[in-house]
């Protein structure tokens, strides 16, 4: 005789709590459609016997769910002066414009944790959310997914809608370039410590840096600005490399203008590239050699994820778009660049 499925048996399987599979069983409009997917996909796959009042309370809640919505989305990001996280916005905003949204955005000036925004009572208003390059754990957005519509840029959660860019051959190819120019050894200046991006950039170029015979030494700034860019010089030249490898395009800049400051020649001295190619990349002296990231189609894939979770309750499973990241070499790799 086969052991009846409980819903401790379905949370165990499914990765969440005995209380998460209660909610999404019995009262589905507190609970996120990706988590009543995967709850109501494992339950099936066990064998679990779904109780008829369940049933029709669950067909109650996704009809009283369907009309209680409130035409607000936010978009939560680390620093909305960056000009990465500004051009995400942007394109969320339009594309949810277009489809009669209006965008709330918050900031969490990289020292806040994007679910206390969240949590607070105005936020509880909103139909769904997308978050850039949150630095909040997998636990706190597993929370946030369990409880909304959600889309996340540049982190890769199992679970949640997310949209990142495969950087791997992006790094190969920039790592190549500079043994190609005759660097031995990389400086990574690494951004938050809290960051999933920071440390997938870090991994690829350590590993493709062995690869080729090269090594890598990191120095950490305290926040993933200009001006700590523009601080990190010291560290820098305390164990100075033939090149440097930036967590961002605008680190990169400020170590650049701190370089040029101490009289250290970019690329004869030291060899820079960056990651993002913002558009002021291409006009600093010299111009700045950078990973290419698909900013506005990441963006747009992000708020078509989400459109499609608050519009459609049966979507299924969290969907994960990528799209291909490209080196750009410029000036700060070979003088001869443009």
């Given amino acids: 005789m086969h052991k009846k499925v409980t819903i401790y048996d379905i949370a165990k399987e499914a990765g969440v709590s005995p209380a ?19 709850v109501r996909s494992v339950a099936e796959q066990l ?25 607000l989305v936010a978009v939560v990001a680390p620093d909305i002066a960056n000009p990465f996280q500004s051009t995400c916005i942007k394109v969320v905003q339009n594309v949810m414009a277009s489809h009669g949204y209006t965008v709330i955005v918050s900031d969490t000036m990289e020292n806040m944790l994007a679910h206390k925004l969240l949590s607070n009572v105005w936020m509880q208003q909103i139909d769904g959310a997308v978050l850039i390059a949150p630095r909040t754990g997998e636990a706190e957005l597993r929370k946030i997914a369990d409880t909304m519509p959600l889309a996340i840029i540049n982190r890769s959660v199992p679970g949640i809608d997310q949209v990142l860019s495969d950087t791997r ?31 997938n950039r870090h991994s690829l170029i350590v590993h493709e840096a062995k690869r ?34 930036a967590f961002n395009d605008i680190m990169a800049i400020g170590f ?79 003088a001869t660049k443009p």
């Fill in 20 to 38: 998460t599979v209660s909610r999404a069983l019995s009262r589905p409009g507190l609970v996120s459609s990706v988590t009543i997917a995967n």
């Fill in 212 to 245: 080729l015979g090269m090594s890598v030494t990191q120095i950490r700034a305290t926040q993933p600005t200009m001006e700590s860019g523009f601080k990190a010089i010291g560290k820098f030249l305390r164990h100075p490399t033939d090149a440097l490898f």
């Fill in 256 to 334: 650049m203008a701190a370089a040029q400051g101490n009289d250290i020649h970019i690329p004869a001295d030291v060899k820079v590239i960056g990651f993002d190619d913002i558009p002021m990349s291409a006009f600093t002296n010299p111009t700045l050699s950078t990973i290419h990231l698909p900013v506005e189609q990441n963006a747009h894939n992000a708020a078509q994820l989400l459109l499609h979770r608050i519009r459609r309750s049966n979507m299924g499973g969290a969907q994960t778009v990528m799209e291909q990241a490209m080196f750009i070499e410029r000036g700060s790799v070979h």
């Fill in 169 to 199: 051959n992006a790094v190969r190819q920039a790592v190549l370039s500079l043994q190609v120019a005759g660097v031995s050894t990389i400086t990574y200046l690494a951004g938050p410590s809290s960051s999933w991006s920071d440390s």
């Fill in 47 to 71: 064998g679990y016997d779904m109780p008829k009042k369940i049933r029709q309370l669950d067909e109650s809640a996704a009809a009283t769910i369907s009309t209680q919505r409130t035409g």
